[in-house]
């Protein structure tokens, strides 16, 4: 089927925390051979890891093969234990202590200047989730508090953060991203927008996904893609959960966005490979997708 001139080519990735079980320059390879326009890279300790030394030197190593094989990057920061080993995602952004909020702070802004190193075309965050005994008030002056260093840096690297709604967040739908904003102040677009999950609108918001495509496009940095089931947070296969694509991507290609569309499947690291293929193959076979290299008629 031909693509309207008016769409733009979707430009597809997919997230190292689904491969796992490779190296990463295996796994990168991997990527470019199934045809993959980039790669959403989790700073971790399998395969970038931010906290190891010679950083800027690893980061320099993968950025030359992203080069050699014409792969984007996104970096994303959802590693599970890549600051606290026994704490899952700890500690966040919201942490009652200011020392453990500043850490995942530093972090983040390490991730904005591997993002710079990279070329990388955004950096993804969320805010985690609000601690016991936390007001709601309390939390969102945390986040806006936590979050202040980390646009500063990448207004100086000139790259966009964006944060992701997540189900059982502090922030966790498309309201709360624009409850942020307000909080801070309204930030530039360019500085803080958002990472849209699909899974999450179709588990969580009460719009349609192909809806939240459209209200989140002004804001749109980078995209997840996975299919979920209504109100059961749980990353599945294309073709495995409730979502109707074809409209989704349809949505997304009007917006315009020239980000990354990651498939998101954290869980399923031990069939990756063959995830990986045949996820590719079922957004090419939408009508809205082409093959990297392609040109709309």
């Known amino acids: 089927m031909s693509v ?11 997230g190292t925390n689904g491969l796992t079980d ?7 390879a991997l990527l470019a051979d199934l045809g993959y326009d980039g790669v959403g890279l989790t700073l971790d300790h399998m395969h970038l890891d931010p906290l190891a030394p010679d950083l800027a030197a690893r980061t320099r190593q993968v950025a030359r093969r992203l080069g050699e094989l014409g792969l984007g990057v996104t970096v994303e920061t959802g590693a599970r234990y890549v600051l606290d080993p026994r704490r ?32 990388a075309h955004a950096v993804h965050c969320f805010s985690g989730i609000t601690p016991e005994a936390t007001s709601t008030d309390t939390a969102w002056k945390r986040l806006a508090e936590s979050l202040t260093p980390v646009l500063d840096a990448a207004a100086t690297a000139r790259v966009p953060l964006a944060i992701e709604p997540e189900p059982g967040h502090l922030l966790a739908t498309l309201e709360d991203f624009h409850h942020l904003r307000r909080t801070l102040g309204g930030p530039d677009p360019h500085l803080l927008g958002l990472t849209l999950d699909i899974g999450h609108c179709q588990c969580l918001e009460p ?56 498939v998101e499947l954290p869980r399923h690291s031990h069939a990756g490979p063959e995830l990986a293929r045949s996820s590719i193959e079922f957004l090419r076979a939408i009508r809205t997708i082409r093959p990297k290299g392609a040109t709309a008629p």
């Open 4 to 14: 309207p001139a008016t769409t733009a080519r979707l430009r597809l990735g997919y």
């Open 22 to 28: 490779l190296r990463l320059d295996d796994a990168l």
């Open 88 to 119: 899952k995602h700890g500690p966040s952004l919201l942490d009652p202590d200011p020392g453990a909020r500043a850490a995942r702070a530093r972090l983040l802004v390490r991730a904005v200047q591997v993002a710079e190193d990279l070329g």
């Open 207 to 262: 719009d349609p996904p192909a809806d939240c495509v459209r209200a989140a496009a002004p804001w749109l940095r980078h995209v997840q893609i996975e299919d979920m089931r209504r109100g059961v947070h749980e990353h599945l296969p294309f073709g495995d959960g409730e979502i109707d694509f074809p409209p989704v991507l349809e949505a997304l290609a009007a917006t315009g966005y020239q980000g990354l569309t990651v």
